[in-house]
Nanobody
């Protein structure tokens, strides 16, 4: 079974940083894309970033480009989301998710509906 567990959320002041972790098991990293998503109160879930399984390439939503960085430690089956220069509008529950990689690319994998496997969320609160 594919299992994902996100952690690392918390309360931080605007301009601060947090690093989220997603511990994964039950699948081969090379065959899956792993994405980070977030859902703010009253809003739809949105894609933040993902990492492609076959080559580790990364993609970011415009709202976080230049501030967030996705990375992985394949030996530990863990994907990270380093979040810098946090803004109050980054406040949300953050989720990691995984889906088998196919021929699609680009923003396709920022769509939550593409992903079949989800971890529980971790809350990030950015105070102004």
């Amino acid at each position: 079974d594919v299992q994902l567990q996100a952690s690392g959320g918390g309360l931080v002041q605007a301009g601060g940083s947090l690093r989220l972790s997603c511990a994964a098991s039950g699948f081969t990293f090379d065959d899956y894309n792993i994405g980070w998503f977030r859902q703010a109160p009253g809003k739809e879930r949105e894609g933040v970033s993902y990492m492609a399984g076959h080559d580790g390439s990364t993609y970011y939503a415009d709202s976080v480009k230049g501030r967030f960085t996705i990375s992985s430690d394949n030996a530990k089956n863990t994907v990270f989301l380093q979040m810098n220069s946090l803004k109050p509008e980054d406040t949300a529950v953050y989720y990691c998710a995984a889906t088998p990689e196919d021929w699609h690319s680009g923003s396709y994998y920022l769509r939550p509906v593409v992903y079949d496997n989800w971890g529980q969320g971790t809350l990030v609160t950015v105070s102004s």
